[in-house]
């Protein structure tokens, strides 16, 4: 029974009137207060959505709040690696980084992960290396064959009824490319490592890189193919008029340990046609300083800066990469290389990079033992000229 009906039954002695005004009270009343209670129900409704909200963006909950970083797994893991040699979370991302590399050995060397790989490799390619005119592969196997074909076939011109003779068949050659390790071993003190503000990763990239850089910018020029790769300047050099398969050609000065302009005019025209519209000059500073400042019949420099940032200089319009483990000017030296490259020096190498961490051969640091596999070679003996600074 409610309020208004209780009112009313007890109101009975009034008049009509004043017992309507009187039920008409009451029920206001009560509507007033179911209002009220249906308020204050929605307000805690409300209160709880948003406690849920803010539980569900809370630093404890980031799945639910947005998508966790990519990598983030990988770069954690090789990190524990590298600082306290946990290996718990590399081996439990073998599984998952099947992209990251072909195999993981059983001696304990674990590939660089993605973002440090990618590091050493720009910055490889940023030194002055003719690794950036060479043409670069990248393959699986111990060796690279390149396979050459620098005959031609005999051909004739052959009349209505005569009849057509068999002629030569162009020969195919092998050029093997061996690849051979290139390592390096920086070391820190574990202190340094347990250092939470320490760069682990960008301080381990710029040490290999710079070890790596050096040594394969002197071998692809004077390495003698004995555990590294073989330098183009490694092969036999002979006087470009008699030049056979298998050695360099070169063009003199004419100048005992001089150059002079026709001699650059020279070297870039003993190059064939179909080498010389990718044709780049290599030397090294000493040598650039000399051979800036020649001159043409008219007075003009045959060299040119670049016109923007990052542009090589030009020779003859040829660009030019400078070289420091190049030979500096001196009697009979082959001190500048004109040639097409891309097509004359293939550096073949193996994608992974490895890391060994040794905390016990040199407490109180740690080694970290890096190694990569790298080859290189001439592979077209015609698309490489050299300048010799001697009279014949």
């Known amino acids: 029974m409610s309020k208004t009906e209780i ?23 009560d509507f007033k207060g179911f209002a009220a209670d249906i308020q204050t129900k929605f307000q ?7 406690m849920l909200d803010r539980k569900s963006n809370s630093a404890i909950r980031t799945p639910l709040a947005g998508a966790t970083e ?11 690696y590298l600082r306290s040699g946990d290996d718990d979370g590399l081996r439990g991302l073998e599984i998952e980084a099947k992209g990251l590399s072909t195999a993981v050995n059983s001696d304990g060397g674990y590939l660089v992960d993605p973002q440090t790989s990618d590091t050493v490799k720009s910055t490889l390619n940023a030194t002055a290396s003719i690794r950036a005119i060479a043409s670069v592969v990248n393959v699986e196997a111990t060796s690279y064959d390149v396979l050459i074909d620098h005959s031609d076939v005999d051909t004739g011109w052959a009349t209505e009824a005569g009849g057509v003779s068999e002629s030569a068949t162009p020969s195919i050659d092998r050029i093997s490319i061996q690849l051979h390790e290139l390592s390096a ?22 040490r290999i890189a710079d070890k790596f ?23 036999t050099s002979v006087d470009n008029d008699v030049w056979a398969w298998g050695n360099l050609g070169y063009v003199p000065t004419g100048v005992d340990g001089d150059v002079t302009p026709e001699a650059i005019i020279d070297v870039v025209y003993a190059l064939g046609a179909e080498y010389r519209a990718n044709g780049t000059f290599v030397m090294n ?12 019949n008219d007075g003009r420099f045959m060299w ?31 001190a500048i290389a004109f040639g097409d490259f891309a097509a004359g020096y293939t550096v073949a190498e193996r994608p992974d990079l490895r890391i060994l961490r040794d905390p016990f051969s040199a407490k109180p640091h740690v080694l970290f033992y890096a190694t990569k596999r790298v080859g290189g070679d001439v592979s077209d003996f015609a698309a490489i000229k050299l300048l010799k600074f001697a009279t014949a």
């Open 44 to 50: 805690q409704t409300e209160e709880r959505l948003t």
């Open 7 to 29: 009112k009313s039954r007890a109101g009975e002695g009034l008049s009509p009137a004043e017992g309507a005004m009187q039920a008409v009270t009451g029920f206001v009343s």
């Open 304 to 334: 040119s800066d670049g016109l923007a940032a990052g542009q090589p200089a030009t020779l003859m319009g040829y660009p030019v990469v400078i070289a420091e483990d190049m030979p500096d000017v001196s009697t009979g030296a082959d």
């Open 70 to 80: 990519a990598g983030a797994p990988h770069q954690k893991a090789f990190n524990a």
């Open 285 to 296: 500073s000493k040598t650039a300083g000399l051979v800036r400042k020649l001159k043409d």
């Open 185 to 206: 071993l920086p070391k820190a003190s574990q202190r340094l490592l347990d250092d939470s503000a320490f760069d682990i990763e960008g301080w381990l990239a710029g």
């Open 213 to 235: 850089a050096r040594a394969e910018a002197a071998a692809f020029i004077n390495g003698d193919g004995i555990d590294k790769p073989k330098g183009f300047l490694a092969h």
